[in-house]
């Protein structure tokens, strides 16, 4: 049990890109039905709507990317992954608001782009502010993101 | 730069100029004609109903010709089509064109009854395959299907469930009339599902026969053959199909014969169009026995061309005044080539209102900031530099609004090289990646600035700046606006009080140590400053206490109302922090290139590796730059319309749509020369 500080920090990446990722997969696929019924309306609107179908598939990049840096830091990828207890139970919280928000944000964006989806199908001309309304959930997400590249890069010049 | 002055317009013409005036007016694409204008007992606005059904109908008809040829001709497509824009065509053309309207839509009709023509000889065709296949058990049998028997006897034809034998049926037949003798009965054909039998007996006990045989299953053939026996019946059949079938083929060559012609009909389609447009706005007019008015606005420096055009050739008389105080006149930007690509993004907004300012190009430096930052990447940069401005150079006849995109990506392209070689991003990391992959070296293009993956406080640090000169830009501009309309009350309440506090107050927390050491900074203000920043941002605060109820009579709800107004103290931290995305998106861009680049360079240093690196390398920057240039696109939108415009634009007022030339296939070369 001596390598516990290691299963715990992979844990936290692995959850970071798992949950956000599930998060995104569900927000691209519910938002996907709903442009699709619209492009079946109405062909021309394929690039619209294809736009706003993607916006919920960005925290799933977010977790792999909080994933990636932890697996550098931590000498997964390369080098020698030998961390204390603490220092790895560290990482796994500092991956933890990426996970859980990623998640969360990723259906609740996916929920206003079905709405803005259905905004663009009644009415194209206001495609600009329909690209707001989800916009404004991606915002959480990008502070989680911000806030896990802190704590993880932080880190990596701890020594405990 | 501005918003284009506009001036009401009001031309007097005789009736019978009406058409041409028109003509003209679209032809110029700058008038916006209004119904506005009040009916009397002379002046009256035409019904155009039944016209404009007329030529929506024939809309309908041409666009269906076109679809048929382009289901049977498909018209070869590509993606430089859309950078090529639209043909031109001289106005002489367009005339000749104009005068052959006649037969191209017979044309049209022509082409959609040879299209109906098919699909009736295809649902013939149809019908007579499966006689054919009904037809096809009975080949063998020698009189027609629906003969009924001789005057002594009865003929039975018909089906029977299953695989039966000729004893079969004999014998379950004596079964059931065991005095019934003297049947002949012979099979026809036999399958798995159905027996095809005919059966003769004399007449006298035939409706025995029958019921017994209609209790076993029978049925009588569900095709005719006619007088004739059911081969020659077949045989018949078959040429009628064979007939159809050379009609059907007729009727396709004919089709495509006419898919030279496409373009006629093309034509008719803007030109149908254009008519559509002018009989849209002609139920704006008001006409009299012998003379018309035509209401609306135009730009002032348009009102010399038209002006000068039209009583040249016209009896006209023009008037012209300003519009009045609270009339909604529709907004015209113009703006220099740098500033008017991002015209799209305000569009997608709102157009200025009433009493504000053209933000596009304070709007249009900051956009193109703050893109670059978001993407960061030097390399993607200058693809996107050099890809738009190849396709700007290459394609002259592009459409102006596909122009503008293309201009604007090529801008946020240059900052996004700038902003990349500043943070040493190319592809992410590539260089050192396949310098100690492949060559066991140790390069790396180093950057101008920092990095922002080593050291992202710093960066953290410079986006919330990059936020505050945003920000107060935006505050700057709501002071102008308050400034020009003489508000200056509102100007000090409004704005200045709010530089005072949110400055005051950064000011005094860079003077305090916690705060300074927190963010890393290198330098700390003199305590004495941050003292007087106090001072100051107390001041306004009170003030702000004080002002922001204003429109209150009552001091109580003034005041709580004021408290209410300096709570929004907290809208400003939440927009400083938001431009903490500027840091997140930047490091996605880079990170995950960087993570491209590993993966590829997992296949170690040999000749399969470097294909798998390539590979990689291709396939992963192509996703990266397509999800971080929607991701930029999105945010600086959303940087640019909730943030800055939230300090001083609301937008609302109404674009100015002229009566033009909106065509789909064509352009008038005339048209370039007035936008």
Same mark, same amino acid.
């Given at each position: 049990?001596?390598? +516990?500080?290691?299963?715990?920090?992979?844990?936290?990446?692995?959850?970071?890109? +798992?949950?956000?990722?599930?998060?995104?997969?569900?927000?691209?696929?519910?938002?996907?039905?709903?442009?699709?019924?619209?492009?079946?309306?109405?062909?021309?609107?394929?690039?619209?709507?294809?736009?706003?179908?993607?916006?919920?598939?960005?925290?799933?990049?977010?977790?792999?990317?909080?994933?990636?840096?932890? +697996?550098?830091?931590?000498?997964?990828?390369?080098?020698?992954?030998?961390?204390?207890?603490?220092?790895?139970?560290?990482?796994?919280?500092? @991956?933890?608001?990426?996970?859980?928000?990623?998640?969360?944000?990723?259906?609740?964006?996916?929920?206003?782009?079905?709405?803005?989806?259905?905004?663009?199908?009644?009415?194209?001309?206001?495609?600009?502010?329909?690209?707001?309304?989800?916009?404004?959930?991606?915002?959480?997400?990008? +502070?989680?993101?911000?806030?896990?590249?802190? @704590?993880?890069?932080?880190?990596?010049?701890?020594?405990? | 730069?501005?918003?284009?002055?506009?001036?009401?317009?009001?031309?007097? !013409?005789?009736?019978?100029?009406?058409?041409?005036?028109?003509?003209?007016?679209?032809?110029?694409?700058?008038?916006?004609?209004?119904?506005?204008?009040?009916?009397?007992?002379?002046?009256? *606005?035409?019904?155009?109903?039944?016209?404009?059904?007329?030529?929506?109908?024939?809309?309908?008809?041409?666009?269906?010709?076109?679809?048929?040829?382009?289901?049977?001709?498909?018209?070869?497509?590509?993606?430089?089509?859309?950078?090529?824009?639209?043909?031109?065509?001289?106005?002489?053309?367009?005339?000749?064109?104009?005068?052959?309207?006649?037969?191209?839509? *017979?044309?049209?009709?022509?082409?959609?009854?040879?299209?109906?023509?098919?699909?009736?000889?295809?649902?013939?065709?149809?019908?007579?395959?499966?006689?054919?296949?009904?037809?096809?058990?009975?080949?063998?049998?020698?009189? /027609?299907?629906?003969?009924?028997?001789?005057?002594?006897?009865?003929?039975?034809?018909?089906?029977?469930?299953?695989?039966?034998?000729?004893?079969?049926?004999?014998? *379950?037949?004596?079964?059931?009339? /065991?005095?019934?003798?003297?049947?002949?009965?012979?099979?026809?054909?036999?399958?798995?599902?159905?027996?095809?039998?005919?059966?003769?007996?004399?007449?006298?006990?035939?409706?025995?026969?029958? #019921?017994?045989?209609?209790?076993?299953?029978? !049925?009588? %053939?569900?095709?005719?053959? #006619?007088?004739?026996?059911?081969?020659?019946?077949?045989?018949?059949? $078959?040429?009628?199909?064979?007939?159809?079938?050379?009609?059907? $083929?007729?009727?396709?060559?004919?089709?495509?014969?006419?898919?030279?012609?496409?373009?006629?009909?093309?034509?008719?389609?803007?030109?149908?169009?254009?008519?559509?447009?002018?009989?849209?706005?002609?139920?704006?007019?008001?006409?009299?026995?012998?003379?018309?008015?035509?209401?609306?606005?135009?730009?002032?420096?348009?009102?010399?061309?038209? &002006?000068?055009?039209?009583?040249?050739?016209?009896?006209?008389?023009? $008037?012209?005044?300003? %519009?009045?105080?609270?009339?909604?006149?529709?907004?015209?930007?113009?703006?220099?080539?740098?500033? $008017?690509?991002?015209?799209?993004?305000?569009?997608?907004?709102?157009?200025?209102?009433?009493?504000?300012?053209? %933000?596009?190009?304070?709007?249009?430096?900051?956009? =193109?900031?703050?893109?670059?930052?978001?993407?960061?990447?030097?390399?993607?940069?200058?693809?996107? &530099?050099?890809?738009?401005?190849?396709?700007?150079?290459?394609?002259?006849?592009?459409?102006?609004?596909?122009? *503008?995109?293309?201009?604007?990506?090529?801008?946020?392209?240059?900052?996004?090289?700038?902003?990349?070689?500043?943070?040493?991003?190319?592809?992410?990391?590539?260089?050192?990646?396949?310098?100690?992959?492949?060559?066991?070296?140790?390069?790396?293009?180093? %950057?101008?600035?920092?990095?922002?993956?080593?050291? /992202?406080?710093?960066?953290?640090?410079?986006?919330?700046?990059?936020?505050?000169?945003?920000?107060? &830009?935006?505050?700057?501009?709501?002071?102008?606006?308050?400034?020009?309309?003489?508000?200056?009350?509102?100007?000090?309440?409004?704005?200045?009080?709010?530089?005072?506090?949110?400055?005051?107050?950064?000011?005094?927390?860079?003077?305090?140590?916690?705060?300074?050491?927190?963010?890393?900074?290198?330098?700390?203000?003199?305590?004495?400053?941050?003292?007087?920043?106090?001072?100051?941002?107390?001041? !306004?605060?009170?003030?702000?206490?004080?002002?922001? #109820?204003?429109?209150?009579?009552?001091?109580?709800?003034?005041?709580?109302?004021?408290? =209410?107004?300096?709570?929004?103290?907290?809208?400003?931290?939440?927009?400083?922090?938001?431009?903490?995305?500027?840091?997140?998106?930047?490091?996605?861009? #880079?990170?995950?290139?960087?993570?491209?680049?590993?993966?590829?360079?997992?296949?170690?240093?040999?000749?399969?590796?470097?294909?798998?690196?390539?590979?990689?390398?291709?396939?992963?920057?192509?996703?990266?730059?397509?999800?971080?240039?929607?991701?930029?696109?999105?945010?600086?939108?959303?940087?640019?319309?909730?943030?800055?415009?939230?300090?001083?634009?609301?937008?609302?007022?109404?674009?100015?749509? /002229?009566?033009?030339?909106? &065509?789909?296939?064509?352009?008038?070369?005339?048209?370039?020369?007035?936008?």
């Amino acid at each position: 049990m001596d390598n +516990l500080g290691l299963i715990f920090a992979l844990s936290g990446a692995v959850l970071a890109a +798992l949950l956000a990722g599930i998060g995104s997969a569900i927000g691209v696929g519910m938002a996907g039905q709903a442009a699709a019924g619209v492009v079946t309306d109405d062909p021309s609107k394929f690039g619209k709507v294809l736009i706003l179908q993607l916006l919920p598939g960005t925290q799933g990049i977010y977790g792999l990317l909080i994933a990636f840096l932890t +697996l550098t830091q931590i000498g997964v990828l390369g080098g020698s992954p030998d961390i204390s207890l603490a220092k790895g139970l560290l990482y796994f919280v500092a @991956c933890l608001p990426m996970a859980f928000v990623g998640l969360w944000s990723a259906i609740r964006q996916a929920q206003a782009a079905v709405s803005s989806i259905a905004l663009v199908a009644k009415r194209p001309d206001q495609a600009g502010k329909a690209i707001i309304f989800p916009a404004m959930v991606e915002t959480y997400a990008i +502070l989680a993101l911000l806030i896990s590249i802190l @704590c993880v890069t932080g880190l990596g010049g701890l020594n405990i | 730069m501005a918003i284009l002055p506009m001036k009401r317009i009001h031309i007097y !013409a005789l009736l019978k100029d009406r058409k041409r005036i028109m003509e003209m007016l679209q032809r110029f694409g700058t008038v916006q004609i209004e119904d506005n204008l009040e009916e009397d007992e002379i002046f009256l *606005k035409k019904d155009i109903s039944g016209e404009k059904q007329k030529v929506e109908r024939d809309l309908t008809l041409v666009s269906q010709a076109l679809d048929i040829l382009e289901s049977h001709v498909p018209e070869p497509k590509s993606i430089l089509d859309t950078l090529n824009g639209r043909r031109e065509l001289s106005v002489e053309d367009f005339e000749r064109l104009g005068s052959k309207q006649d037969d191209i839509r *017979k044309m049209a009709e022509h082409i959609k009854d040879l299209d109906r023509t098919i699909a009736e000889c295809k649902s013939e065709i149809h019908k007579i395959n499966t006689q054919i296949e009904a037809l096809s058990p009975w080949s063998s049998l020698d009189i /027609p299907l629906q003969f009924q028997g001789t005057r002594s006897t009865c003929a039975l034809t018909g089906t029977l469930p299953g695989e039966l034998s000729l004893e079969n049926i004999l014998d *379950k037949l004596a079964d059931m009339l /065991p005095d019934a003798d003297e049947i002949h009965a012979d099979i026809i054909s036999s399958g798995k599902d159905q027996t095809h039998i005919f059966l003769l007996c004399p007449r006298h006990n035939a409706s025995a026969v029958e #019921g017994a045989l209609r209790s076993m299953g029978f !049925a009588r %053939p569900p095709v005719s053959s #006619g007088n004739i026996i059911p081969a020659e019946q077949k045989t018949k059949l $078959e040429a009628e199909r064979a007939e159809l079938e050379r009609l059907s $083929e007729k009727s396709k060559n004919e089709i495509i014969q006419h898919a030279e012609k496409r373009d006629e009909l093309k034509f008719l389609y803007d030109w149908l169009t254009m008519r559509l447009e002018r009989l849209e706005n002609k139920k704006c007019l008001l006409e009299s026995k012998y003379t018309f008015i035509i209401a609306g606005y135009i730009p002032q420096k348009e009102i010399q061309a038209v &002006t000068s055009a039209l009583s040249s050739r016209f009896l006209v008389y023009i $008037e012209l005044n300003d %519009p009045g105080e609270d009339e909604d006149v529709p907004v015209l930007l113009e703006n220099s080539k740098f500033s $008017e690509p991002v015209e799209g993004v305000l569009r997608s907004f709102s157009y200025p209102g009433k009493g504000e300012i053209d %933000p596009i190009s304070i709007m249009s430096v900051f956009y =193109y900031i703050l893109f670059g930052l978001m993407l960061s990447d030097a390399a993607y940069g200058l693809l996107m &530099t050099i890809g738009c401005g190849i396709c700007l150079l290459k394609f002259k006849n592009m459409e102006s609004g596909m122009r *503008k995109t293309l201009r604007m990506f090529f801008f946020c392209g240059i900052s996004t090289t700038f902003w990349g070689a500043m943070f040493g991003s190319w592809f992410g990391d590539v260089v050192t990646v396949v310098s100690s992959t492949f060559f066991n070296k140790t390069a790396a293009i180093k %950057p101008i600035w920092f990095e922002p993956m080593r050291d /992202p406080m710093r960066m953290l640090v410079f986006s919330m700046a990059m936020g505050i000169v945003h920000l107060f &830009t935006g505050l700057g501009a709501k002071l102008y606006q308050c400034i020009r309309a003489k508000q200056y009350k509102d100007a000090l309440y409004d704005a200045v009080f709010w530089y005072m506090l949110v400055g005051g107050l950064i000011i005094f927390a860079l003077s305090t140590e916690k705060f300074v050491e927190i963010l890393n900074l290198s330098f700390i203000l003199p305590k004495s400053a941050g003292n007087a920043a106090a001072v100051i941002a107390a001041i !306004a605060a009170i003030g702000i206490v004080l002002t922001s #109820g204003r429109e209150s009579r009552n001091w109580f709800k003034r005041i709580l109302k004021g408290l =209410y107004g300096l709570y929004n103290i907290t809208g400003y931290m939440s927009d400083i922090l938001s431009y903490s995305r500027l840091l997140a998106l930047g490091l996605a861009t #880079g990170v995950i290139a960087s993570v491209i680049n590993q993966m590829g360079a997992m296949g170690g240093r040999s000749v399969a590796g470097a294909i798998l690196f390539i590979v990689v390398f291709l396939a992963g920057h192509s996703i990266n730059i397509g999800i971080n240039l929607l991701g930029a696109y999105v945010h600086t939108n959303r940087l640019s319309f909730v943030e800055f415009f939230g300090k001083f634009y609301e937008g609302g007022g109404s674009e100015f749509t /002229p009566l033009g030339v909106h &065509t789909k296939y064509y352009k008038l070369r005339e048209e370039s020369n007035h936008g």
